[in-house]
Every structure is written in C-alpha cells, then in structure tokens.
C-alpha cells in the first residue's frame, strides 16, 4: 500500500473489555513497531517484529497486551481486560529493513477507555 | 534520567522568524537521529534525518548534529504558522540487539502571523 494504514481509528471500550487493533505496514516493509503516545508525550515503544518474528517485546506495559504478526504482514495488538490507564494513541510504524533507519508512521488508533 | 531530553515548550517565534529546537540525549553510542512533526491529532510525520556529525540542509530546515555533546537540532528558517506543531526528536539506539526509537517529549511550536 501507499502508506501505513491502522484500524480502527477510533475505539471506545468500557473497562474490562478486549480489544484487537490492526496494522497494515508499508508493502515490502520488514520491520513493523508498535507505539504507546498519551496525551502530550512522545510515543513509547511497545513492541517490534522482524518479519514474523517478535524480536522485542521490552515496552508492552503487562501481560494484557499481546502482540502478533503471523505472515510477517499485517500486525494485530490486543489489550485484554482493558483499563482506564490505557487509554493512549497507539501507533505502528513500519521500516524496510529496520537497522536504524527511517519509520513510517500510521494514522493511529485513539483509544478510549471507560 | 530520561534518554531524550527536549524542552517542552511552548516555543513562540514571530512569522518570518528562525525557530531553533534542540534535543539532548544520554545514549553516547546512538547513530541516527530524527525530527518528526506531529500536529495534534495526527501522526508523526518525518522531516529529517540526521546520521553524521555536522549540519543537513533541506529546504528551510537544517538539522545539526553534535555527537560529542550529545546534541541534535532543528533550525527552521522563515517559520509560517503552519510550521506550528510539536517537534519531536527521535533517537536510534542499539539495546539488546534490537534498533529501537527513543523520543522525547517533543516540544509545542507555535508560529505567530
């Protein structure tokens, strides 16, 4: 595709619900990146695949956040039981080859938990 | 102490105006450094990148890089109101085999007509 794409672009979920947040990365793009961005910080990383393979997970913020890219394409993260606190923009960004050089980013999913 | 250090802000500069945005970091072995525009509600979007020391000229931005200091900036020449949004310096370091992004806070420019 043109550009990296996510959906859904808005979410509102009450407290305790699951969500499914899905990436389509730039066509050809090796490395994928999820983002956490609250209100007036910078984005934190969560997670990042190397083609299918999650090579590092050191951001997501507990074990109700699960990560997948299963073809090495398309990403989908879930957040189980969702809580207020996770409330965010969540963005994914993709790169060629991921050693170092330029991300892409998406439009981001706001997230609304109440 | 954080790994990327930006002054929030925010930075106020007339029309016409250079606006200058600075950005230290802690990581002395990072190699490439990014600018990003974010206007609210969007996403990040790249306005340049910067991987040797010395300055990068593109259009009316010039990013500098001082890798002894541990500094990376933004000069903006000729700021118009659009130029406002928030900046945000991007860092990429080598942590446990894996290249991660590292950004600050990013800092809220704001271009008076």
């Known amino acids: 595709g043109a550009g990296v794409s996510q959906s859904p672009r808005y979410k509102v979920a009450k407290r305790g619900q699951d969500v499914a947040l899905r990436c389509d990365p730039i066509?050809?793009?090796?490395?994928l990146f999820w983002y956490q961005q609250a209100l007036g910080q910078g984005p934190e990383f969560l997670t990042y695949?190397?083609?299918?393979?999650?090579?590092?997970k050191s951001g997501l913020p507990s074990d109700r956040f699960f990560a997948e890219r299963p073809e090495g394409s398309v990403s989908t993260l879930k957040i189980q039981r969702t809580q207020q606190e996770d409330s965010a923009v969540y963005l994914c960004?993709?790169?060629?080859?991921?050693?170092?050089?330029?991300?892409?980013f998406g439009p981001g999913t706001r997230l609304l938990v109440l | 102490q954080k790994e990327v250090e930006q002054n929030s802000g925010p930075l106020s500069v007339p029309e016409g105006a250079i606006a200058s945005l600075n950005c230290t970091y802690s990581?002395?072995?990072?190699?490439?450094f990014f600018w990003y525009r974010q206007y609210s509600g969007k996403s990040p979007e790249l306005i340049m990148s910067?991987?040797?020391?010395g300055d990068k000229e593109d259009g009316r931005f010039t990013a500098q890089l001082n890798k002894a200091s541990q500094y990376v900036s933004l000069l903006i020449r000729d700021s118009q109101p659009s130029d406002s949004a928030t900046y945000l310096c991007?860092?990429?370091?080598?942590?446990?085999?894996?290249?991660?992004?590292?950004f600050g806070t990013g800092t809220r420019l704001k271009v008076l007509a």
């Open positions: 960004a993709s790169s060629l080859s991921g050693m170092g050089e330029t991300q892409y």
């Open positions: 066509s050809g793009h090796v490395s």
């Open positions: 695949f190397q083609n299918e393979a999650q090579l590092d």
């Open positions: 990581d002395r072995g990072s190699q490439s």
């Open positions: 910067i991987y040797s020391n």
């Open positions: 991007a860092v990429n370091t080598l942590t446990s085999g894996t290249y991660k992004y590292i």
